[in-house]
T-cell receptor
Framework: QQPVQSPQAVILREGEDAVINCSSS?????VHWYRQKHGEAPVFLMI?????EQKGHEKISASFNEKKQQSSLYLTASQLSYSGTYFC????????????FGQGTRLTINP | DTAVSQTPKYLVTQMGNDKSIKCEQN?????MYWYKQDSKKFLKIMFS???????INETVPNRFSPKSPDKAHLNLHINSLELGDSAVYFC??????????????FGEGSRLTVL
């Protein structure tokens, strides 16, 4: 049931772009994206609902391909503040209030 | 004014002891959760409550007993602590949605170390 994220880790220079993928073996009702900095709590970035929409948050956006049961997070012109571990969370049971997280992708941005 | 607050932030205890973690949210949400994050950063859902009622129990050992006295509070009591219980425990809350989990607001976490 746990979604699979790829890659597991990314190292970038400031200003470069990154894509983080999240795949599920089950049909999805929603996909969430969170960022967690070291020693802190995860922080919500965005939610994508069933329907194949794309959302954006500053230079961070995401897509949701319902048919492929996949979501991708796009980080454009990365900033040092983007460093952290990114988690996707998925709802596979409608209305169950059970968000299951992927294993995380560690993103390091160097100057 | 902290939205989701947990106490204590750190617990260090011996195997076999019992400990409790408290969580309170002031966001007016109706759903609260406990997640466990292990040393590999894997975030695993343990329980979710909606309006004080248990709705998800993810095959967590009986030694873990959540309790929700009202919809703003969700506590976690752990009996007979084991080494494998060492982790960071996150409380979270959300507004219930019809078909999906709402945006999760996490507390700062409670780091439990069992010696």
């Amino acid at each position: 049931q746990q979604p699979v994220q790829s890659p597991q880790a990314v190292i970038l220079r400031e200003g470069e772009d990154a894509v983080i993928n999240c795949s599920s073996s089950k049909a999805l009702y929603s996909v969430h994206w969170y960022r967690q900095k070291h020693g802190e709590a995860p922080v919500f970035l965005m939610i994508l609902l069933k329907g194949g929409e794309q959302k954006g948050h500053e230079k961070i956006s995401a897509s949701f391909n319902e048919k492929k049961q996949q979501s991708s997070l796009y980080l454009t012109a990365s900033q040092l503040s983007y460093s952290g571990t990114y988690f996707c969370g998925t709802d596979i049971i409608q209305g169950a209030q059970k968000l299951v997280f992927g294993q995380g992708t560690r993103l390091t941005i160097n100057p | 004014d902290t939205a989701v607050s947990q106490t204590p932030k750190y617990l260090v205890t011996q195997m076999g002891n019992d400990k409790s973690i408290k969580c309170e949210q002031n966001l007016g949400h109706d759903t609260m959760y406990w997640y466990k994050q292990d040393s590999k950063k894997f975030l695993k859902i343990m329980f979710s409550y909606n309006n004080k009622e248990l709705i998800i129990n993810e095959t967590v050992p009986n030694r873990f007993s959540p309790k929700s006295p009202d919809k703003a509070h969700l506590n976690l009591h752990i009996n007979s602590l084991e080494l494998g219980d060492s982790a960071v425990y996150f409380c979270a809350s959300s507004r219930r949605q019809a078909s999906n989990t709402g945006e999760l607001f996490f507390g700062e976490g409670s780091r439990l170390t069992v010696l």
